[in-house]
């Protein structure tokens, strides 16, 4: 039943489903490239303007520019970015948020993420990835989350 100040309204049977919560978090998205393909790019982060500079990691740019996703165990308040290309051309650095994960077990389990948009059937869920535990809890994200905030997860263990 339902009902305000006005009208109470009972509706045909229901189904309830509670999506048990998933601990995720925002991260950043470094995009990085140069004009020139097959340029390595290095990507590094520090806590203020001025560094020291940490490298997170370099890639080998062969299309038109790669993306970083900073799954840092745990991240400042503020945190700078930077990339450096090893060609005579400046690299371009934008910068995007999306959602990554916490999973957790023991190492070598396997586990499938899953997910659902916050408005629909409730029983359509969709296999995102599969994911072998390399330590006891790590932070899992996918290229397919990106722009995708409002969906819900599920983590099934896989046999």
Request: hydrophobic share 40%; proline share 9%.
């Amino acid at each position: 039943m339902v009902s305000n100040s006005d009208l109470v309204v009972t509706s045909a049977p229901a189904r309830l489903s509670i999506v048990p919560s998933v601990k995720k978090r925002t991260v950043p998205v470094l995009h990085g490239g140069v004009i020139l393909n097959f340029t390595h790019l290095y990507f590094e982060c520090a806590d203020s303007p001025g560094g020291p500079w940490v490298p997170l990691t370099s890639m080998l740019q062969t299309n038109g520019g790669v993306f970083f996703v900073d799954c840092s165990p745990s991240l400042p308040e503020q945190r700078f970015y930077r990339v450096r290309g090893n060609s005579q051309y400046t690299p371009w650095l934008w910068i995007d948020f999306t959602t990554a994960i916490l999973l957790s077990g023991s190492v070598g389990t396997r586990l499938r993420v899953d997910y659902l948009n916050a408005i629909g059937p409730p029983d359509a869920w969709v296999p995102l990835d599969t994911v072998t535990l390399t330590s006891p809890t790590q932070l899992y994200s996918h290229h397919a989350l990106l722009g995708k905030m409002g969906k819900l997860y599920r983590i099934v263990p896989v046999p």
